[in-house]
């Protein structure tokens, strides 16, 4: 699914528009316009409890309101073995479904973690 991106992803100011594939319920790629791959993606809630406040100028650029169909992921950059790749829970991407729009949103008290930390 396509999206176009709202508020410039750091490190990728000039992306406009962004491919979300996802792999099942917990793992996706988020391509750029030409099918390069920009990063791996988590669903965070497969892994832990995750909330947080959603700045308002991103609830505004992507319209969101108490009935939009949101789906958030994280960065995951992988390593071997798998429980050392490191999820990034500091800066979330939000993709609201209902209008195809997303963004990045970098947290203050959220940090990093290894993938470890949630495997038993």
């Known amino acids: 699914m396509k999206f176009t991106v709202k508020k410039p992803i750091p490190g990728f100011e000039n992306l406009n528009e962004v491919e979300l594939n996802k792999i099942d319920e917990s793992i996706a790629v988020l391509k750029d316009g030409n099918g390069k791959v920009l990063f ?3 669903n965070p809630f497969v892994l832990r409890e995750y909330s947080f406040d959603v700045p308002a100028d991103v609830k505004a650029l ?5 009935n939009s169909n949101i789906e958030i992921y994280n960065n995951i950059v992988m390593k071997e ?4 790749s490191i999820v990034n829970f500091k800066a979330p991407f939000l993709f609201n479904l209902d209008n195809n729009t997303c963004a990045q949103v970098v947290l203050d008290e959220e940090k990093f973690a290894k993938l470890g930390d949630f495997i038993k």
């Open 81 to 84: 073995p798998v429980t050392e």
């Open 40 to 42: 791996s993606l988590i």
């Open 62 to 66: 992507l319209e969101i309101n108490e």
